[in-house]
């Protein structure tokens, strides 16, 4: 599984394709919106995500806000007036953050956030998650974009791609269905950073024209705004309280949001200065005359973009906004005036970024095979593997000529030679999908998974594929090539793709539960042959108990039951720990 992820300043997501369709994960709390925050404690490790974010306001100096708008940025180029937290600059003039008498990177911090949104991303699939699509503003330069990526190695992931914003917003948006050349604008205001792009979109292909934006203008900067606004009214010292501070952010950023809605509303603040409480009535008009000077650095930036990319407001075919200050109808209103058009909504604004890193995480996984090219394999195409799956080496929709392959391993102690049946189609079992050929590979006999054998497939441009088999032990190859891997009748592929549809979940479900079997049927010939061997050193409850799990194993095998497989295969590994160590001593001592 690839996962996609909108690192944002204010607020993260993070997804994946399921059945084929992206879906953002709720995190512990029942919402897909993870807030960027990051909380010191005097012991043990940070804490990410909403409880963090309930610490801001009683232990500002310790939560980090807002690191986006420092990483992989020099101190020099941080305004930090508005920061609870000191930054201060190593040796190499590099930002740090001062938490707790230590200085921590702005990527370290990040991992944390990352760290949170793996935990919600894994607790939501059930197993380990460990490769990742990260989004960026498209402005980014290349020492942002290399932090963003150390940022999530340190969290663990393997970072498949460090995706642009606005090309993310367009998939969301669907942009790349579009049949004919089209220009798009995607203004991409969050809580730090605004950029706007001018993408060209072609059968498919994304191109970026010309990017502008600023890294530290945001829907944070119009929460300071107000909240000095609200400090003046009612005479409050924010300077020297940074407590204080951080409480008032909190409540002037919830009057906000409520202002995107009605159009009055009133800040409560108790005990403001330790006593009194500020209670001021807010009207949309006023909150917007403290954020249009904020808005309106967004139009020269606008401007600039446009000219560099050679575009004329009125050859755009649509604008789209992205992130959540685009929900305010200042920020509506303006980016109409700019582009003099009425902006694209459809999409939900938190959430879009998000949703396209998904989908560019499922084209680099192959699950998703919609973002059409010209000449294209029409589907996708594959082998079969032990326990009778698809596993698919070019996903439809991919452009040729392509050229792809993969590594396998044999299944069984001492086989000979394995069958490569090659196989067209959408469906997650290999019997339901085309057979376009089949022969055989030899190879000299070998324990389980120690033979090894690469298959590629090169499709070349006259739409002909060629499958490639070697014995890498011995170099021994077998090619045959296959006329009808792209020329397929138009009708017949279409009923493929709608049955694969049709039956997604049925499909997957089956892929878990054989995956599933094949995982258990691997591991209870191996713990019998442990209890056989430790008879007289393991203890009988212990036996007992793994006997038990075997027996219930089994019977899941047999009802089908794949999450009460899953379950109990988690359970014998954990009372089988001792047998293992058992006998690992016992190997020590043979040798």
């Not at 950029?195 to 829907?219: K, M, N, P, W, Y």
């Not at 102690?413 to 590979?441: C, H, P, S, Y």
């Not at 001792?578 to 040798?591: G, W």
């Amino acid at each position: 599984m690839i996962v996609g992820i909108d690192l944002g300043t204010t607020n993260s997501l993070i997804g994946a394709m399921d059945a084929g369709f992206p879906v953002l994960f709720a995190n512990a709390e029942g919402s897909r919106i993870t807030p960027s925050v990051v909380h010191y404690p005097a012991d043990g490790d940070p804490v990410a995500g909403a409880a963090a974010r309930r610490l801001a306001a009683v232990s500002p100096q310790e939560t980090i806000v807002s690191v986006k708008r420092l990483i992989g940025a020099r101190s020099a180029e941080i305004d930090s007036a508005d920061l609870a937290y000191p930054v201060v600059r190593n040796a190499a003039g590099q930002a740090r953050i001062r938490v707790r008498d230590r200085e921590v990177s702005p990527e370290e911090i990040s991992s944390w956030i990352l760290r949170e949104l793996k935990a919600v991303a894994e607790r939501a699939a059930g197993e380990a998650v460990t490769r990742a699509v990260i989004t960026v503003p498209a402005y980014f330069n290349d020492a942002q974009r290399a932090a963003t990526k150390a940022a999530g190695e340190l969290a663990g992931f393997s970072v498949e791609r460090i995706l642009s914003e606005p090309t993310a917003a367009a998939l969301a948006y669907g942009l790349d269905k579009l049949d004919e050349r089209s220009k798009i604008a995607v203004f991409d205001l969050g809580g730090g950073t605004f950029d706007v792009s001018i993408l060209e979109l072609a059968g498919g292909i994304f191109q970026v024209l010309a990017t502008h934006g600023d890294t530290r203008l945001g829907g944070d900067d119009i929460d300071h705004a107000l909240a000095a606004w609200v400090a003046e009214e009612a005479g409050l010292d924010l300077e020297n309280d940074s407590g204080l501070r951080a409480r008032l952010t909190a409540v002037v950023e919830l009057a906000k949001c409520t202002l995107s809605k009605d159009t009055e509303t009133t800040i409560r603040l108790p005990f403001a200065d330790g006593a009194r409480q500020i209670d001021l009535e807010l009207k949309r008009e006023r909150l917007d005359r403290l954020a249009r000077p904020i808005v309106e650095r967004t139009q020269a930036h606008c401007l600039r973009a446009l000219a560099d990319a050679g575009v004329a407001r009125e050859n755009l075919d649509a604008v789209i906004l992205v992130g959540g200050a685009t929900r305010m109808p200042i920020v509506r209103a303006f980016a109409a005036e700019i582009f003099d058009r009425q902006p694209d909504i459809s999409q939900h604004p938190d959430e879009a970024v998000a949703l396209g890193a998904v989908i560019q995480a499922g084209i680099l996984e192959g699950t998703v095979r919609e973002v059409t090219l010209l000449d294209v394999t029409p589907l996708s195409l594959g082998i079969e593997t032990f326990g009778g799956l698809m596993n698919v080496i070019i996903p439809r929709n991919t452009t040729i000529p392509v050229k792809r392959g993969e590594m396998f391993t044999n299944a069984v102690t001492n086989q000979t030679a394995m069958r490569i049946t090659v196989l067209q189609g959408e469906r997650e079992i290999a019997k339901d999908n085309w057979q376009l050929g089949e022969f055989d590979l030899a190879f000299s006999p070998a324990a389980k998974g120690q033979a090894r054998v690469g298959v590629q497939f090169e499709i070349d441009a006259n739409g002909i594929l060629h499958v490639l088999a070697r014995d890498i032990a011995t170099g021994q190859d077998h090619v045959v090539e296959i006329r009808s891997a792209v020329d397929a009748d138009d009708a017949a592929v279409e009923a493929m793709i709608g049955a694969s549809v049709e039956n997604a979940f049925e499909d997957m479900n089956e892929r878990i539960f054989r995956e599933t079997k094949l995982k258990a049927e691997e591991m209870l010939p191996a713990v019998r042959v442990g209890l056989e061997r430790m008879d007289k050193e393991i203890p009988p409850d212990e036996r007992k108990r793994i006997e038990e799990l075997v027996a219930a194993t089994e019977s899941a095998i047999a009802t089908g039951h794949t999450s009460k497989l899953k379950r109990l295969l988690t359970d014998l590994d954990d009372a089988t720990q001792s047998l293992a160590t058992l006998l690992i001593e016992a190997a020590m001592r043979e040798d």
